[in-house]
């Protein structure tokens, strides 16, 4: 199995990692991420910086290479930093941190998404998984607030679904999913695990034989699945 992890310096995408070295038998693992990364990690890694460029040139190399991937992993997201954090209300809405959101959570992945057609066999049952959120639901919106990040997981969401579409008509086989990890240990959610019940604050590990399960299963909603940690779908 060849696997392209991008993304691939998060906590969750390393401990995703380890799952795959032991639960396959030598899978080639090709990493791309914005961080410093262990090359002992993979048997390939490129760094960028998620531009239009960095990511054409690093697209262009795997298929000049002639890279053909089963398993395609965006571990991409963020939610704050020093600088931002989630808007309760309206009246403390923060364009320039939903831009910021936007180019971490939506173009980040949809660069990608123009180059992948070249990355996967037609006929191969491949699968392509997008971490996402719940929070990205429209149908699941019961608390309001939180509008740059909700937002930029709803856009997160329609863009998939409509590559996913597309992607089809060239590769029927291909299955994209939309993974919900749930409230996962990571510096991502740590201001806010003050409010998630012990049992529902998982740690990475978890997660990734969680992600590794789902993977192995034959998903029935194609091209494209919107699912949580528990494998249950989650509505749109």
Not at 32 to 49: C, M
Request: glycine share 2%; net charge neutral.
């Amino acid at each position: 199995m060849k696997y392209l992890i991008i993304g691939a310096s998060s906590i969750i995408a390393q401990a995703f990692i380890r799952e795959l070295k032991a639960q396959t038998l030598a899978p080639e693992i090709v990493t791309v991420s914005r961080q410093k990364y262990l090359a002992q990690s993979s048997s390939e890694h490129f760094p960028t910086d998620y531009s239009i460029e960095s990511t054409a040139l690093i697209a262009k190399t795997l298929a000049d290479i002639g890279h053909k991937f089963d398993q395609i992993v965006f571990f991409n997201g963020q939610l704050h930093n020093d600088t931002y954090a989630p808007e309760k209300r309206i009246s403390r809405f923060d364009e320039s941190y939903f831009q910021w959101l936007l180019q971490c959570n939506v173009l980040s992945q949809v660069r990608w998404f123009q180059y992948l057609p070249s990355l996967i066999d037609r006929q191969s049952f491949a699968k392509i998984t997008v971490f996402s959120a719940r929070i990205g639901s429209l149908e699941d919106n019961h608390s309001g607030g939180w509008y740059s990040y909700r937002m930029s997981k709803a856009a997160l969401n329609m863009a998939t679904k409509s590559f996913a579409i597309e992607l089809a008509r060239t590769h029927p086989n291909t299955q994209t999913i939309l993974f919900h990890p749930g409230t996962t240990d990571t510096p991502l959610s740590k201001p806010f695990q003050h409010n998630v019940a012990s049992d529902k604050l998982f740690e990475p590990e978890f997660v990734a034989k969680q992600l590794y399960q789902l993977q192995q299963k034959e998903m029935l909603d194609k091209p494209v699945c919107f699912v949580d940690w528990q494998h249950q779908t989650i509505k749109w």
